[in-house]
């Protein structure tokens, strides 16, 4: 390992925490687990419980317990702190932030973005914080050595990977390790440093000693074939709460399928790209909702959206991609496909409420 990797990991490691989730579990579902007893011995359900969390026990009554783990970083001196969503997603749940020195700081959720999923959390100290400075994930290129840093499963804390940037602008479909549900992530930086549960929200670092992205996903089965989420998306995310005090993102209006070959010969499509309008198989939703940016537009169902803000739409620049770099209040340019037929619109995108 070059002296740069171990400045650059000296330079990040001070401001990488780890973030405990904790959770009222009732008394009638404590006295069915099993729990773990002083020495590591699992006490089969129905026992008395001890009330020692250090010792790794199931406290009675009401009392809070660990429930999960992941990672994060500090960003600011004054305790902002980034994480995944997925991670803090849990409204009823206590997060706790844990520090390299073992200090441990409540920590408040101020923003949750479920697009990107990313999370702003916010810690109070007496003290100046560590932190970590962010780069510009624009600007990394293929081959980029880079390090991923985090609590691996929810135990290693401060567990260093290296590799480099193996993929740019990566589309997947992930499986969230808390919930199991699944969310489609776009625009990833795909990296062979090791990524591992309970590294979620850890730092993808640069050879500076900078933020390039946030660790989120591993594909099970592949050998160092991980995901992170741009930093740059996460920027965006700290400028607006800091602005305006919440997340501002821009919002469109439809359901869509971005077209590739497989689409356009199964439903029979005249265009090779773009999003296809098209509401999904619940009765209930909409293709364009009601008295959104893209129902004032006149956009309608079966439409296919060829161009958004002057950006050819594609599998690999697909709509949300375009829509994510646009501004609450723009006016912006479409070309449509309707039948045969080309059409020009105009909008102007609106907040979107979470």
């Known amino acids: 390992m070059s002296n740069v990797i171990v400045e650059a990991i000296k330079k990040v490691k001070p401001a990488v925490v780890s973030v405990v989730i904790t959770k009222e579990i009732p008394e009638e579902v404590?006295?069915?687990?099993?729990?773990?007893?002083?020495?590591?011995?699992?006490v089969p359900p129905g026992k008395d419980k001890q009330t020692d969390i250090g010792a790794g026990t199931i406290p009675q009554d009401h009392e809070k317990i660990k429930v999960g783990g992941g990672s994060g970083?500090?960003?600011?001196?004054d305790g902002l702190v980034l994480t995944n969503k997925h991670v803090v997603q849990d409204p009823e749940a206590t997060?706790?932030?844990?520090?390299?020195?073992d200090k441990h700081f409540p920590a408040k959720v101020l923003a949750r973005d479920p697009i990107n999923d990313i999370a702003i959390l916010k810690i109070e100290s007496e003290k100046e914080l560590p932190f970590v400075r962010l780069a510009d994930s624009g600007k990394l290129e293929l081959g980029e050595p880079l390090i991923a840093i985090g609590n691996t499963l929810g135990e290693f804390k401060n567990t260093v990977s290296v590799g480099v940037a193996s993929g740019l602008s990566r589309f997947i479909t992930a499986q969230n390790e808390f919930s199991g549900e699944a969310a489609f992530l776009r625009g990833l930086i795909q990296t062979d440093a090791a990524i591992n549960p309970g590294n979620s929200g850890g730092p993808l670092v640069n050879?500076?000693?900078?933020?390039?992205?946030?660790?989120?996903?591993?594909?099970?089965g592949a050998?160092?074939?991980?995901?992170?989420?741009?930093i740059n998306a996460a920027a965006r995310d700290l400028d607006d709460l800091k602005r305006f005090g919440r997340l501002r993102k821009?919002?469109?209006?439809?359901?869509?399928?971005?077209?590739n070959k497989e689409i356009k010969d199964r439903l029979k499509l005249t265009a090779d790209t773009g999003a296809y309008v098209i509401k999904e198989n619940d009765p209930d939703d909409e293709a364009v909702v009601k008295n959104s940016p893209a129902d004032k537009a006149g956009i309608k169902e079966r439409d296919i959206i060829l161009e958004f803000n002057g950006v050819k739409l594609t599998t690999q620049k697909n709509l949300q991609d375009v829509l994510e770099n646009c501004k609450v209040g723009e006016s912006v340019p479409l070309k449509v496909l309707r039948g045969d037929k080309e059409e020009e619109l105009k909008l102007t995108l609106e907040e979107r409420k979470f």
């Open 250 to 259: 821009p919002f469109l209006g439809v359901r869509y399928l971005i077209i």
């Open 95 to 101: 997060y706790t932030v844990v520090t390299e020195e």
């Open 73 to 77: 970083f500090i960003v600011s001196r």
């Open 207 to 220: 050879a500076h000693g900078e933020a390039i992205g946030i660790n989120v996903a591993v594909i099970l």
């Open 223 to 230: 050998q160092n074939v991980g995901f992170a989420i741009p």
């Open 30 to 42: 404590l006295n069915h687990l099993p729990y773990f007893g002083p020495g590591g011995m699992l």
